[in-house]
């Protein structure tokens, strides 16, 4: 197939866009090159045949349509997304404009290229949301795709907007779509403000861990790699308008997870040790979820797709990547946000 596929050189997008290469499949990354995003991550397929970059911004309805008319792609990946809650709550404009209309921008660009192309059948439109959308879970229980929506900070919120507005595509205009909601994703090139890099890189410079509240709340962690594989995998098999949840099935409170990255690096990079000693309890973020979970069993037993890498796996994984990449990461510290406490506004 040739892909295209928005925000690829964001952390999951340049995921799918590296693994969508090594598979043979053609891809056109599309993205505005905001402040998450890093060529870098996708400097292995850079010089492939079968990739290409276009910097644009989805928004743009001229500049969609030019890049879908030029490229003619089979499917539509869609990831570009605002995705940093403690960002949502500071500034929650740049997530709606983003994240809203920014998709509705999308979905009208390639539904227009659809119809030119005589409704190909074979067309794919596949929407990659969160399991954020679905709200807060209490101390039981997972989430399901039929669980009803209930977005807690402004960045969900915008998730679950843009998840209306595909299926509402597909319903009224046929739009041929599909539909992921992930759980937690890590993995090496994680975007240093999200939770692991944060631990791994202040661990490494002796600074203070923070953890928010108590670090009792639960996330099902995902790797990002393994997420990839997913939704490649949706993209091929998926029948038309159905969605699909996909978790890690590895659940951990955050003090935990924290703690295991934390011996990890004893191990790896002793200098320091032992690093839990900086593990420091900050005031928690407004509306913050108490757990995610997802239950997994249809993408089980409709695609036969689970995840292969446990979190034990993945996070020593993710630890070695970041101790062998610093060329990666250090100039990335210096970005607008990065290494400060965000989400304080509220």
Same mark, same amino acid.
């Given at each position: 197939?040739?892909?295209? =596929? ?28 905001? *402040?998450?995003? !890093?060529?870098?991550?996708?400097? /292995? ?42 960002? /949502? ?23 227009? *290229?659809?119809?030119?192309?005589g ?26 795709? @039929? ?10 919120? /915008?998730?679950?907007?843009?998840? +209306? ?15 992921? $909601? !992930? /759980? ?11 939770l ?19 670090? @009792? ?9 393994? +997420?990839a ?15 699909? $949840? ?5 659940e951990?409170?955050n ?6 990255? !934390?011996?990890?690096m ?12 900086? =593990? ?13 979970? =997802? ?6 037993? @409709? ?44």
């Amino acid at each position: 197939m040739k892909i295209l =596929i928005t925000g690829g050189a964001g952390f999951i997008g340049s995921a799918v866009a590296r693994l969508a290469v090594a598979r043979g499949h053609s891809v056109v990354n599309v993205d505005a090159l905001t *402040y998450a995003a !890093c060529l870098d991550n996708v400097a /292995s397929v850079g010089n492939s045949p079968l990739y290409a970059f276009e910097k644009a911004d989805i928004r743009d309805r001229a500049a969609m349509e030019a890049i879908l008319a030029r490229h003619e792609p089979d499917a539509v990946m869609h990831l570009a997304a605002e995705s940093h809650v403690d960002r /949502s709550i500071d500034g929650p404009g740049d997530f709606i404009e983003t994240n809203v209309t920014g998709t509705f921008t999308l979905l009208e660009a390639a539904r227009a *290229y659809w119809t030119r192309q005589g409704k190909p059948e074979d067309f794919r439109f596949h929407h990659i949301s969160t399991d954020e959308v679905f709200g807060s879970l209490g101390p039981t229980g997972k989430f399901t795709e @039929e669980t009803p929506y209930d977005p807690r900070s402004p960045y969900s919120a /915008s998730k679950a907007a843009s998840d +209306h507005l595909v299926r509402a595509w597909h319903e009224t205009y046929g739009l041929p779509v599909v539909l992921t $909601n !992930c /759980s937690n994703n890590y993995g090496p090139f994680h975007f240093p403000e999200k939770l692991i890099p944060v631990v791994i890189l202040n661990a490494l410079a002796g600074k203070a861990i923070p953890v928010y509240g108590a670090g @009792e709340n639960v996330r099902d962690w995902l790797f990002v790699e393994d +997420h990839a594989d997913a939704l490649l995998t949706v993209l091929e098999k998926g029948p038309l308008g159905r969605s699909y $949840n996909i978790g890690g099935e590895n659940e951990a409170r955050n003090i935990d997870l924290v703690r295991m990255i !934390c011996a990890l690096m004893d191990e790896l990079h002793p200098q320091g040790a032992p690093h839990d000693r900086l =593990i420091t309890f900050v005031t928690d973020r407004p509306g913050h979820d108490l757990r995610y979970a =997802i239950d997994p069993t249809r993408i089980r037993e @409709e695609l036969g797709w689970r995840p292969s890498v446990t979190l034990e796996e993945g996070l020593r994984r993710t630890v070695r990547w970041y101790l062998d990449n610093e060329a990666w990461w250090r100039p990335l510290l210096a970005r607008q946000g990065v290494g400060q406490r965000l989400g304080v506004k509220a």
